[in-house]
């Protein structure tokens, strides 16, 4: 049985009018596919208490809400039709209850009342949804040397030293499992939520009293000056190319599989709906260039669209020259482009393969090509290598 916020949500905020809906329909969830061990994990949050890494009604609620936008972006696109088929739409998520309850909120979301047995909910092993091609030692190099220039930029902030010291006076627990702890996590569900700060009683084991918002700053002040200087040193970029490089070029893959086509009414693929965690996001951010995007907040979405320009008819080619009307933009009929949202702001020509590109005066778009080329190509450049296999096996040095 469900806890109880789950069976009255009405009784809690913030609330949604697809939260009731969502809750009936995920009772119907044993009529989905799900890949080995998703099966086995809850649809819904259904622990008494808050319990540290789990999804709360905030957090179904903002799936929703996120589901909800898009659907009412795309319907009068039509990327779906009303019948979809199973192929047409694809749907995975890592092993965590909290990435796949948030999978089924956006889903809801975005297909209301979608048909389960259309559905196949497939599973990550790794939080880099790198499939078969996990293996890189490089990748692992570079990241074992970005974990050692974070370490040496917190050794060397003596304000964030005695703000450890001062908290795990406070909490009674020693000053080095606070700092692995890495309570930055914890004090923004806190804030998040509007709930205040962790208090304890004084005794034996600590000095008792509430954590501060003075001491929230801190620490977030010192991820500011992290995010800083990790784009300064350059070796974190290193890292989330090689560790992204499998997802992007299944991503490419998808879509020129799907160019020049019409998945609409072949049974294609057009929908995927990847449901991971922040260190998904922040190497994927960091790897498609965008170097200025913050940390992913909670909720945080990258969208990757397709477009196509449309055929001219010769009958419309000579009526707009007849009328003297020049075309507002260089593409051809029938190119495809790409365009990259990040939590709804169209981020494209931030890209590292779009950046230089002008941009066309009717459509904010990028040439898929330049994609393409970028994933297969460009961006092992930043590591020396020509290809994602010489890269992963290059000896240091």
């Not at 009412?72 to 694809?90: N, T």
């Not at 990550?124 to 996990?134: K, M, R």
């Not at 970029?237 to 997802?247: D, H, Q, S, T, V």
């Amino acid at each position: 049985m469900f806890d109880p916020i789950f069976f009255f949500p009405f009784l809690r905020q913030p609330s949604h009018p697809l939260l009731n809906p969502f809750i009936n329909h995920m009772d119907q969830g044993t009529r989905g596919h799900w890949e080995s061990p998703l099966g086995s994990i809850s649809r819904l949050p259904n622990h008494s208490v808050c319990e540290m890494g789990e999804l709360t009604q905030t957090g179904v609620v903002q799936h929703l809400c996120n589901g909800q936008l898009l659907h009412h972006a795309y319907k009068h696109h039509s990327l779906l039709p009303s019948d979809w088929s199973p192929r047409q739409v694809w749907v995975e998520s890592t092993g965590k209850s909290r990435t796949l309850q948030s999978g089924m909120a956006f889903l809801y979301g975005f297909l209301p009342d979608f048909d389960w047995t259309k559905v196949t909910v497939r599973h990550q092993w790794s939080t880099l949804f790198c499939g078969s091609a996990c293996e890189c030692p490089a990748r692992n190099r570079y990241l074992e040397e970005e974990q050692r220039r974070q370490y040496r930029l917190r050794v060397a902030d003596s304000n964030l030293e005695r703000t450890y010291v001062e908290m795990a006076r406070t909490l009674g627990v020693l000053t080095r499992q606070l700092r692995a702890a890495n309570p930055i996590d914890s004090l923004l569900c806190h804030l998040c939520h509007s709930l205040s700060f962790p208090c304890v009683p004084s005794g034996d084991s600590g000095a008792g009293g509430c954590l501060t918002m003075a001491q929230f700053a801190v620490i977030r002040q010192q991820q500011l000056d992290d995010e800083v200087d990790r784009r300064r040193v350059g070796v974190y970029r290193k890292y989330a190319i090689l560790a992204m490089y499998p997802y992007l070029n299944r991503t490419a893959n998808k879509m020129e599989r799907v160019a020049g086509r019409q998945p609409r009414l072949n049974g294609e693929e057009v929908f995927t709906l990847s449901s991971g965690h922040d260190v998904t996001m922040a190497p994927l951010l960091s790897a498609l260039g965008l170097e200025e995007a913050k940390f992913p907040r909670f909720a945080a979405r990258i969208v990757f669209e397709m477009w196509k320009s449309p055929h001219t008819t010769q009958g419309q080619a000579k009526n707009r020259a007849g009328k003297g009307e020049r075309s507002k933009s260089n593409s051809k009929d029938g190119e495809v482009f790409i365009r990259v949202l990040y939590n709804g702001e169209d981020v494209t020509f931030h890209t590292a393969f779009c950046h230089s590109n002008e941009r066309h005066i009717s459509q904010p778009l990028c040439p898929l090509k330049n994609f393409l080329t970028f994933v297969r190509k460009d961006m092992f450049t930043i590591v020396n290598a020509t290809s994602y296999k010489e890269a992963c096996y290059k000896q240091s040095g």
